[in-house]
């Protein structure tokens, strides 16, 4: 991890990676699953990986095993990444209304 020289820097450094505001998406309004999360999103299982643990080690993702047969591996966000979460909508109102050609209508979190 580098330096940092502002809150701003830092916030984008724990973000940064294509699929890490997604995952905080898909995590915004429930546990989930890896390979739920691998289906919602649509990313390999590679990259999933690698984004969640380094979401884990900055302390917005929870990983949380059960000790039951087949063990079951749940995600979550913890009290950082909701306020993460909670963080980012301005930016996506933002973004939704100055660049709507870009913007892409997105299903609530629990849609099919």
């Not at 590679?46 to 063990?71: C, N, T, Y």
């Not at 939704?96 to 050609?101: A, G, H, N, S, T």
Request: charged share 30%; with cysteine.
């Amino acid at each position: 991890m580098r330096p940092t020289h502002c809150g701003l820097d830092a916030a984008i450094e724990v973000i940064s990676g294509k699929w890490k505001v997604v995952i905080l998406w898909a995590l915004s309004d429930s546990h989930r699953r890896f390979g739920e999360l691998r289906r919602l999103i649509g990313v390999s299982e590679k990259v999933l990986f690698q984004h969640l643990r380094e979401l884990e080690a900055d302390g917005i993702v929870r990983r949380e095993a059960s000790e039951d047969l087949p063990m079951r591996v749940e995600y979550s966000l913890t009290d950082r990444g909701q306020a993460l979460n909670h963080a980012l909508k301005p930016l996506g109102a933002w973004g939704r209304e100055y660049l709507p050609d870009r913007a892409v209508p997105v299903p609530a979190p629990g849609d099919s």
